[in-house]
């Protein structure tokens, strides 16, 4: 049991409270959500309950925080440790061990158990976290979601009650954090472990928690069971990634009365709206007239797994070339293969346009390919066999220096890119390199701080910027130049809906003077909202190339909640491509 | 592409007890350091390889040789031209260097140099074995076993783990730097040391922020929470691990013996000597070289035994 009072927190230096008159109470057996913008104080509030606040962190803390009735302040993290396990965002940098099993040992040892116990903790941690099969293996060899599953195990050998963790799945890819998730609800089922998980998508999550927090400003705003949270307006407001299904409920239930409850899975709001459905009048006549709807999903029901596999999407890769074939395209990439040095085949034999206006998302696995091909669109990585012809440039016969006037490439750390002092250098510095210096450069800068809202930020040193607007100054950094294509590697990962939605629109403007916009990304709801071609790569290979439409929907894992939703519902007349909550509701409507 | 990391390649050497590999390490630097002849430093030089070899590191092994090679080569050049004390001279410079003397290149300083190069890539050599084929927790469990503070170890142990980390992170700024239109290896040499100072400067925050987390991951597992720190895994010594130790102290006791009755001796200044051993000479250092590969012979032996 965690019990919060008048729970005030200044970091060192800090002239702003962190935390701010926190008051909560959490009981055993609990899954709580703690979900807000970033900045707003869920990683201090995870640091208060095992006491790294204000052990480790040091500053100034005011109130009352107790865990299992001892006081974080007046105890250690380390006697803490065997009560509240943290497991942290980041899956390199809190393994410390090389070998799996004595990874799970490691708290063990520090508190000095005997090697007999030890050994039985470290079995049945592994059993638990069902990681057995790696026990033997180098953590560096791990994929993302079997290291944040090794951390989890590792804390867990401690039998905590508690366990926190702060967005474990932010730096990990969809299957990845469907493992890591999958076991904390089990964790949270079976052994009865309270759980309190920093989450910014809420969509796979929000059906298992008992309880929704929203901090920001270091403040408490919310706090209550989902559905009441979720469906409250004010909720939305405040940045938080209302799940597309949630959405959508809300926009129907401010029509008729008819939906009760709020749905949480897809399961519920397919129940929930085909009740809506049955009591309305049918809709197929209706959407009819809608020109942008299509309804080649009242055909002949393909069994989805076999959608791609039957190549039924021939037809759309034809389309969507057929439509550009007018533009000389701006990317072209012709029979590409290539190898690594330590001889891994990263890309097989690829054959891409890329056209002016497109706005296209590179998808897959990882280890898919996905970055090895975007790599050669600027040069970083030049073909073992075939080519790639920017603009009539061979990469082959230019540096990357060159190709940086056409192309421009976001990488996904914003940490990678700045170092200059202030933010203002830092767009200087991209059109020093391409000889664009003194006055001619002046407006440019100003023109793209007024555009990425940095202006303020202007004199100030860009590492010391929170998440969201290091993000910025990164993208700000290369666009400043203004690049005919631009490349963005996994930009959104771990990043607020707000934000996201925020990079999309402005990526969205920006292809339409003739330019293109390359998306590498894992994020089905994206690539749903905003890409307009999907690309999907596996083992190196083109699997399928089409419009979003076309490839997001009838995918198994590759498709969007809201298209899961319409698959079900065909029966009612309602199309099966479509991808977002607002087409949806524009279907109903 | 060589990686520096650990990987276990499950041979004989690698199953065999830290300690054993640890003190044949250590035997080797005693011996090289022990002997100046430098047919005694060439031969024992030499005499790593089958251990080398038995570890199936070689390719580790050749490109940490390589740079020791062109370290070998800075000692050789540099000796050369400070040391002036040899009596055959190749070349007198026609410059005279107040209180220096008169700069001139002896056969002495290049044999000199040489010489030392051999003692050092005997050493270097035997070192890669504690870089490739010691389990780097192994290696941090024998060193507090043997009483070094915990902490510190810890820290080294650490160190080592996330330099392969380094090296991406490196890479990725890189390439980040480029495609920001920045030529790297474009300009003066003072440009170039701008170009890369502006590598270092990321690489370098992002480094703290990851020692602060990976700090705070261990802080919250109970790292230096007071008390004998206990260990989930020994390291257990068999029958043939001691029969290894021991062979190894033989070893070492041996070439002192040799070295004290006078053997393996050598004068390179003023003049250099002749390198001719007597046949007794021979036959004692080549059965100072089969000590030095008991290892490997004897880990052969391991490989049946516990088959057995």
């Known amino acids: 049991m965690i019990s919060i009072k008048n729970l005030t927190f200044y970091y060192s230096g800090g002239d702003k409270p962190s935390l701010r008159d926190i008051d909560l109470e959490i009981h055993d057996g609990e899954f709580v959500l703690l979900t807000g913008p970033s900045g707003g104080g869920k990683s201090s509030l995870c640091r208060c309950l095992n006491g790294l606040i204000p052990h480790f962190y040091g500053g100034k803390i005011t109130g009352k925080v107790e865990v299992n009735g001892l006081d974080v302040t007046k105890h250690s993290t380390k006697e803490l440790a065997t009560m509240v396990g943290m497991v942290f965002q980041d899956p390199e940098n809190q393994l410390v061990t090389v070998d799996v099993d004595r990874e799970l040992a490691f708290g063990l040892e520090n508190l000095t158990f005997a090697k007999e116990v030890i050994a039985r903790r470290v079995e049945e941690a592994l059993d638990t976290v069902g990681i057995a099969s790696l026990r033997h293996r180098a953590t560096s060899e791990l994929s993302g979601g079997e290291k944040q599953r090794v951390a989890i195990a590792s804390v867990l050998a401690l039998y905590p009650d508690i366990l926190v963790l702060d967005e474990p799945t932010s730096e990990l890819d969809p299957k990845g954090a469907e493992d890591v998730l999958n076991v904390v609800e089990r964790l949270n089922d079976e052994l009865g472990i309270t759980v309190i998980l920093v989450e910014h998508r809420l969509d796979r999550v929000v059906a298992h928690s008992d309880r929704v927090i929203v901090l920001e400003k270091g403040m408490i705003t919310a706090d209550g069971d989902p559905r009441s949270i979720l469906s409250d307006g004010r909720v939305c407001q405040s940045g938080v990634g209302i799940p597309p299904i949630i959405k959508l409920a809300q926009a129907v239930k401010s029509k008729d009365n008819l939906i009760d409850n709020t749905p949480l899975t897809v399961k519920e709001g397919r129940i929930t709206l085909a009740k809506t459905l049955r009591h309305s009048k049918p809709f197929a006549s209706r959407h009819s007239e809608h020109p942008s709807l299509s309804l080649r999903a009242e055909g002949v029901a393909i069994p989805r797994p076999f959608a791609i596999a039957q190549g039924d999407n021939k037809e759309s890769v034809i389309a969507s070339e057929t439509k550009q074939s007018h533009l000389k395209p701006l990317i072209e990439v012709k029979k590409l293969w290539h190898v690594y040095p330590d001889g891994f085949v990263a890309v097989k034999g690829i054959d891409l346009k890329v056209c002016p206006g497109e706005f296209v998302a590179i998808m897959g696995r990882n280890a898919s390919g996905k970055t090895t091909l975007v790599k050669h669109f600027n040069g970083l990585l030049k073909p073992t066999k075939g080519d790639v012809v920017l603009d009539d440039i061979n990469t082959k016969e230019a540096t990357v220096a060159e190709l940086s006037r056409k192309v421009g490439y976001v990488f996904q750390n914003p940490n990678d890119h700045l170092f200059c002092n202030t933010v203002e250098e830092e767009l200087a510095f991209t059109l020093n390199n391409l000889e664009v210096q003194g006055e001619e450069a002046k407006p440019l800068i100003k023109q793209t701080l007024e555009r990425f809202d940095l202006m303020q930020y202007r004199y100030q040193y860009p590492r010391f910027l929170s998440g969201g607007e290091k993000q910025r100054v990164a993208l700000a950094s290369i666009l400043v130049a203004q690049p005919q294509v631009i490349i963005l590697d996994e930009p959104t990962r771990g990043m607020e809906y707000r934000l996201k939605a925020e990079l999309m629109k402005f990526l969205d403007q920006y292809r339409i003077d003739g330019r293109a916009v390359i998306l590498v990304t894992q994020d089905v709801e994206i690539a749903a909202e905003f890409s307009d071609r999907v690309v999907l790569l596996s083992e190196g290979k083109i699997v399928v190339d089409g419009p979003k439409r076309e490839v997001l929907s009838r995918a198994l894992l590759f498709s969007p909640q809201i298209n899961r939703l319409a698959q079900a519902l065909r029966s009612y007349g309602i199309p099966g491509d479509i991808l977002t909550a607002d087409e949806m509701i524009e279907a109903l409507a | ?308």
Request: charged share 15%.
């Open chain 2, 1 to 308: 592409m060589v990686s520096y990391k650990y990987s276990d390649k499950g041979t004989v050497i690698h199953r065999l007890n830290p300690w054993c590999k640890l003190a044949w390490i250590v035997s080797v630097c005693i011996l090289a350091l022990l002997f100046d002849n430098p047919i005694y430093l060439l031969l024992l030089s030499l005499s790593t390889l089958p251990v080398i070899l038995a570890t199936r590191a070689w390719k580790e092994w050749l490109s940490v040789m390589k740079f020791a090679f062109f370290l070998c080569l800075l000692i050789i050049v540099i000796n050369a031209l400070v040391s002036n004390q040899g009596s055959h001279v190749l070349y007198q410079f026609p410059v005279t260097i107040p209180i220096a003397g008169a700069p001139r290149i002896t056969l002495e300083g290049i044999l000199w140099g040489v010489g030392n190069s051999l003692r050092l890539l005997a050493i270097i050599s035997a070192f890669t074995v504690l870089m490739f084929a010691i389990h780097p927790d192994d290696l941090m469990l024998a060193m507090v076993k043997a009483k070094l503070p915990c902490k510190s170890v810890m820290v080294t142990s650490l160190s080592t783990k996330f330099v392969p980390t380094l090296i991406d992170d490196a890479q990725c700024i890189a390439d980040a730097k480029k495609s920001r239109g920045l030529e790297l290896d474009k300009g003066g040499r003072i440009q170039r040391v701008k170009s890369y100072a502006s590598i270092a400067i990321p690489l370098l925050s992002n480094s703290l922020d990851r020692a602060v987390q990976v700090a705070e991951a261990m802080e919250s597992r109970a790292f230096g929470s007071g008390g004998k720190r206990t260990f989930y895994k020994e390291l257990k010594l068999s029958k043939v691990d001691i029969t290894i130790l021991s062979f190894v102290f033989f070893s070492i006791a041996f070439g002192i013996f040799l070295r004290c009755s006078g053997q393996g001796g050598y004068q390179y200044y003023p003049i250099v000597e002749a390198v001719s051993l007597t046949a007794s000479e021979w036959a004692m250092l080549f059965v100072l070289l089969l000590l030095v590969n008991a290892m490997p012979i004897l880990a052969l032996l391991k490989r049946k035994v516990s088959l057995d």
